[in-house]
């Protein structure tokens, strides 16, 4: 069974740096692109990047260049967003999730930013 | 890049049929294939349809997805409406740079 489990809810402050994760199992992880999704407070999905775990070749949305970085680690099936410096705006719902045929959906992280 | 546009909401009776569009800008609808997502209340979206009309395994035979080149448009459709199905739907679809791009999302409400 696929799955793709994220790592838990998260509350930061502004400046703060941050990495959360997002496992996959069930599958082989180096042969499916993982994307990243934003869902802010009551709007709709917005998608960040994307990565491919075999060889590292990552893709950004324009809206995220720079604001984020997306990366993996194939040695134990992760995929990771951080970010260097939060700010109140990057509260939000962060999927991953695997594409592929049918897109596979982790089950969220929280992500809170408040001073 | 091209933008997927979604009616913002639609609502009917159970038992009824209600479809949903998504109507890409620019480009054909046809160059890229189009997955469908359902996110209710709480919850991570979950496939409904993937490559324009497939459904995966679990998933009733109520939703049916496709396309149309003349309107440029992919539709999803959902007969025998339960409030189970009651749910936010989102479109989304590549570009050639396998960018992703979801359309704005439809909440749909069964009465």
């Known amino acids: 069974e696929v799955q793709l489990v994220q790592s838990g809810a998260e509350v930061k402050k502004p400046g703060e740096s941050l990495k959360i994760s997002c496992k996959g199992s069930?599958?082989?992880?180096?042969?499916?692109?993982i994307g990243w999704v934003r869902q802010m407070p009551g709007k709709g999905l917005e998608w960040m990047g994307i990565?491919?775990?075999?060889?590292?070749?990552?893709r950004y949305s324009p809206s995220f260049q720079g604001q984020v970085t997306i990366s993996a680690d194939k040695s134990i099936s992760t995929a990771y967003l951080q970010w260097s410096s939060l700010k109140a705006s990057d509260t939000a719902m962060y999927y991953c999730?695997?594409?592929?045929?049918?897109?596979?959906w982790g089950q969220g992280t929280l992500v809170t930013v408040s001073s | 890049n091209f933008m997927l546009t979604q009616p913002h909401s639609v609502s009917e009776s159970p038992g009824k049929t209600v479809t949903i569009s998504c109507t890409r800008s620019s480009g054909s609808i046809a160059s890229n294939y189009v997955q469908w997502y359902q996110q209710r209340p709480g919850s991570s979206p979950t496939t409904v349809i993937y490559e324009d009309n497939q459904r995966p395994s679990g998933v009733p035979d109520r939703f049916s997805g496709s396309i149309d080149s003349s309107s440029n448009s992919a539709s999803l459709t959902i007969s025998g409406l339960k409030t189970e199905d009651e749910a936010d739907y989102y479109c989304?679809?590549?570009?050639?740079?396998?960018?992703?791009?979801f359309g704005g999302g439809t909440k749909l409400t069964v009465l």
């Open positions: 069930g599958y082989s992880f180096t042969s499916y692109w």
């Open positions: 990565i491919y775990p075999g060889d590292s070749d990552t």
């Open positions: 999730v695997r594409r592929g045929g049918i897109d596979y």
């Open positions: 989304q679809s590549y570009d050639s740079s396998n960018h992703w791009v």
